[in-house]
């Protein structure tokens, strides 16, 4: 991030429809608790993935950008270089602002890992992921790191992913995670959950939701009430949302 004597750090989050933002209220009370009063974060809304290059032109005192659904993949063509692990991941959350262009970043992988490496068990050795958008790279990434084999599962599976309906209860007991990266049970939908099998749910697994508003979802929920672990996306948010902050400031 370019140092500036004096005038505004003005950072923000690009998304669609993002009224909800974690990203927003986090970064506002960080601001607020470290005395920065010339740093403001806010949302950027685009409803077209095209008015990318109007805001950056038009907004010339941007020091850093996070990027959330459904913008992680589409907003590489419109960046200049890579970090590696975004270019492994083959997504971005996080656009770094320097001398020589826009740099893309994924740090939602460090945040899984950082997250979920606690929670898991001997027995926890495969996976399943739950959507395949731009935040499931990160998390595949995360798990070809950690040595877990994984699945995809999607409503529309391309070859080698799995449809929802293609989910029994052998398949839930030989891969015990589940990773849900779909936006199903978002916040005002909260009674809605992806489409799997949840009578099969045993104690042996783990539920993982990358969703935080609702803090229990329902998918959460059934998981709970089979004595499954179970992690909400708030802990990966916030390490996340850390890990953008070292970037802006390196």
């Not at 899984?112 to 499931?136: C, D, M, Q, W, Y």
């Not at 949840?198 to 508003?213: A, E, Q, S, V």
């Amino acid at each position: 991030m370019e140092k500036k004597e004096k005038g505004l750090y003005r950072f923000g989050l690009l998304g669609k429809n993002i009224s909800y933002s974690f990203s927003r209220a986090y970064f506002t009370g960080k601001f607020k608790s470290l005395g920065l009063e010339n740093h403001s974060y806010e949302n950027f809304d685009l409803q077209e993935i095209g008015d990318f290059s109007e805001l950056i032109r038009s907004h010339k005192d941007l020091c850093g950008l996070n990027v959330t659904i459904p913008y992680k993949q589409a907003v590489i063509a419109y960046l200049d270089s890579l970090h590696p692990v975004a270019a492994s991941i083959g997504a971005v959350n996080t656009i770094e602002f320097t001398a020589t262009g826009l740099v893309g970043h994924n740090t939602d992988a460090y945040g899984f890992e950082k997250a979920i490496v606690p929670l898991l068990r001997e027995n926890h050795k495969k996976a399943l992921i739950l959507g395949t958008g731009g935040s499931s790279k990160a998390i595949s990434y995360v798990f070809g790191r950690l040595g877990i084999t994984y699945k995809y599962i999607s409503r529309t599976p391309v070859e080698g992913q799995l449809p929802y309906s293609g989910i029994n209860a052998q398949l839930m007991k030989e891969y015990p995670v589940l990773v849900n990266c779909s936006p199903v049970g978002t916040f005002p939908n909260t009674h809605e959950k992806p489409a799997i099998p949840y009578d099969h749910i045993t104690p042996g697994n783990l539920l993982f939701d990358l969703i935080y508003n609702p803090p229990k979802t329902a998918f959460l929920a059934e998981g709970e009430m089979r004595g499954a672990t179970i992690c909400n996306g708030l802990t990966m948010l916030q390490l996340q949302a850390e890990k953008a902050w070292q970037i802006w400031n390196s």
